[in-house]
């Protein structure tokens, strides 16, 4: 459970107010477990997910090792190791131990199991502490008893500081009794920084930490831990060490490392100086993030398990052996000969000097058996890898060796290989043709329907492709590059509107009749109805030119008229007003060119309508006059039409 900061007592000179918040304090400190019957704490989610993968263990298949700490799973074949290192590795990260040691030295939680007076000290950085008191020597102690707790410690701090440049150490010394708990602990903390270190102006940190704290608990048991961490910027290493044992009395002991690299030296390698580097031989075992590596030789008693498919070695560790004998199969002899290849005479008294994968080949003249140990009987293999068999998947190309190949039929005789020539009657299907020189092909090839197919008729053949059977022999075709002189499409789709095929309208003159001399409401005609199709999920954008209109303006007086275009029936588009007047006062019939771009007022796409129509406006009298639109014509772009 983690420690929460201690409450402090408040006096507020009301007496019922001081009484109200003591009784408060006592009941938070009761369910917090500070104070009181240990029976009485609440229970946290912390709490709850530790029972529950207390009893996830328990009702995990399997058995749990003499240790404590494997639980050895039966799997299907025999194999158990896999599962034994995982729990190995799920035991050890479980441990309160490795979860202290883990928290880094910039880490607060790493004394959550403290008193809250001694995290409010220890948890405060002793360099930013020089940078604050300077150089000093100071000493702290103090004793805080009530009728449920008693506390009691001492503090000795070194601290110098200079230009940004500041050292500290601190030890602390602790002791708390409460009912049914009691700890000791004791901790010391070295640091040194540099401002302004990194480029981003942050300070470069090395620490040195060391925590020791021993603990009775009358519900959670009795913990002894010692944790010494070192840390240099992002750099981090520790070691842990603890013994623990629970209210129900099961032990556990571990010493942890945490470091990038963990070696064992020969200390004998400095006899004649520390000026000498370790050669190889003094640096027999290491291990890192790659893996762990042994440089000397390696004894063993007993069996060893190695994760792969659960097989056990015994009598030492050694390779299984892969031995022949001209010689008529016999368990026994096999037997004998690792027992001779070991070196420990000419015959066996037992079997336990093999090893799971011991494989012997015996033979006489042409025929040979070869068996395996799997632990308990010679065994049929499957496959020989002594090299007069292949494991399937275990021979490269460029190991294969092709002098001297042979390929025989079921019979031995052979079919192909050195100094044999193929022999016919072995490909089935060729027959005669296999023989023939110059062989014509066309004269034994026949399609489908029985007609036969020679030179001649594979060119007419290909010579009568038309628009009738062009599905026949094109069904689908893929096409980089062609050269056509006339070609008929009967429907041509491009993707993406790749490209724009306008398409053009004409229409006969339409006259637009005006009222002269009034205001009533001005007249209007359509000019073109058409649609135009951008496709699904092609829009054209907004300012796109789409179509253009065009015609002739003809009147016999001063005339004036607008034109907009109408996006599937909806309001005026782009209105453009326009206007023919006559300077000699008479009724003189006159015309005048009128060209009108569709502009796109907005993102479109699908089917749409596009509608022109053309409306007679006042002029600049007010007056409304009759006009002719002469030879129309739209041509709308873009889209699929």
Known sequence: MAKLPALPSIQTGNAKLDTWLGQLKERVEVREGERGNPWEAAVTRRDLKAVEDAFSKMNGQGQV?????????????????????????????????YKDLMKRLDDPSRFDNLPGEIRDIVSKSIADEAAKLGTQIGRVEKISESK???????????????????????????????????????????????GNYYQDGTPGRAILEEQMTATADRVAGLSSQ??????????????????????????????????NKF?????????TGLTNTPDNAHIPFGVDSYGIYMNTNVYIRGNMRVDTGGKTL???????????????????????????????????????????????????????????????????????INGNLLVSGSVSAGAINTNGLIIRDNAGNPILGAGNQLNVNYIDGLGALATQSDARIGSTVKFPDGTTLNTQDFINRLSKIDSGNIG?????????????????????????????????????????????????????????????????????????????????????????????????GGSPQSVLQFGLRIYNGGDTDMSMP????????????????????????????????????????????????
């Open 65 to 97: 090792s003499t240790n404590g700490t494997d639980i050895v799973f039966e799997m299907p074949g025999g194999g158990t190791a896999s599962w034994a290192i995982d729990k190995f590795i799920d035991s050890i990260k479980n441990l309160q131990v």
């Open 226 to 259: 010692w944790t010494l961490k070192v840390q240099a910027g992002k750099a981090f290493a520790g070691v842990g060490l603890a013994a623990t044992e629970d209210g129900a009395g099961n032990a556990v002991s571990a010493f942890i490392i945490a470091a």
């Open 314 to 384: 015994v009598d030492g560790l050694r390779g299984s052996a892969q031995l022949a004998s001209s010689s008529a199969w016999s368990a026994t002899t096999a037997s004998n000969l690792i027992y001779s290849w070991l070196g420990k005479g000419s015959t066996a008294p037992n079997n336990n000097h093999l090893v799971i994968g011991d494989t012997v080949t015996m033979g006489t003249g042409s025929s040979a058996v070869t068996r395996t140990w799997n632990g308990t009987a010679w065994v049929n293999p499957g496959v020989i």
């Open 472 to 568: 026949t022999f094109m069904a689908t075709a893929a096409i980089g590059t062609a050269y056509i002189g006339n070609a008929a499409v009967n429907t041509l789709q491009i993707a993406g509107n790749a490209v724009t095929v306008p398409v053009g309208r004409s229409g006969g003159d339409v006259s637009i009749a005006g009222a002269d001399w009034t205001i009533n409401p001005s007249a209007t005609a359509l000019l073109f109805d058409e649609y135009i199709d951008f496709g699904t999920g092609v829009n054209a954008g907004q300012g796109m030119l789409i179509g253009i209109c065009s015609f002739f303006m003809r009147s016999l007086d001063d005339a004036m008229g607008q034109i907009a275009y109408y996006i599937n």
């Open 594 to 641: 009128v060209t009108y771009p569709f502009i796109v007022p907005s993102s479109l796409s699908g089917n749409v309508r596009v509608s022109v129509r053309v409306t007679c406006i006042q002029n600049g009298a007010g007056d409304y006059h009759p006009f002719t639109c002469r030879m129309p014509r739209l041509i709308l772009l873009g889209g699929k039409r």
């Open 263 to 271: 070696a064992i030296v020969d200390p004998n390698t400095y006899t």
């Open 148 to 194: 449920y707790r008693a506390l009691a410690y001492q503090v000795d701090t070194l601290t110098a500081s200079v230009q940004g440049a500041q050292a500290g150490i601190r030890e602390v010394d602790f002791v708390v009794a409460k009912a049914n708990f009691a700890q000791a602990g004791k901790i010391t903390q070295l640091e040194a920084s540099l």
